[in-house]
Nanobody, 124 residues
Framework: QVQLVESGGGLVQTGGSLRLSCAAS????????MGWFRQAPGKEREFVAT????????DYTDSVKGRFTISRDNGKNTVSLQMNGLKPEDTGIYFC?????????????????WGQGTQVTVSS
């Protein structure tokens, strides 16, 4: 069992930056592919970015490519999401997830563990 806690969300203006962090406890995250997902009001949770266990493979949804960077530090048991050039459409609750199988699934149902989320609001 692993517990995940996200932090770093907040309110920023269009074009601003935020760095989200996901701290894990209970087990080493080196056992899991890790991902960031987001959920806007009235919408389903959607894939944002994933990273494989050894950081050799990353994947991003098209709308964030070139703006967001996912990284992990297995020694510190943390996963981060650097978000630059934020847009109002990036607004939502951002969730960190851990998947026991796969390099970095894009489907939320393939994730076994989730944090409680952190709110990101981008004003226009």
């Amino acid at each position: 069992q692993v517990q995940l806690v996200e932090s770093g969300g907040g309110l920023v203006q269009t074009g601003g930056s935020l760095r989200l962090s996901c701290a894990a406890s209970g087990r080493t995250i080196s056992l899991y592919a890790m991902g960031w997902f987001r959920q806007a009001p009235g919408k389903e949770r959607e894939f944002v970015a994933t990273i494989s266990r050894s950081s050799t493979t990353t994947d991003y949804t098209d709308s964030v490519k070139g703006r967001f960077t996912i990284s992990r530090d297995n020694g510190k048991n943390t996963v981060s999401l650097q978000m630059n050039g934020l847009k109002p459409e990036d607004t939502g609750i951002y969730f960190c997830g851990g998947a026991r199988y796969g390099l970095g699934p894009r489907n939320s149902f393939e994730y076994d563990y989730w944090g409680q989320g952190t709110q990101v609001t981008v004003s226009s």
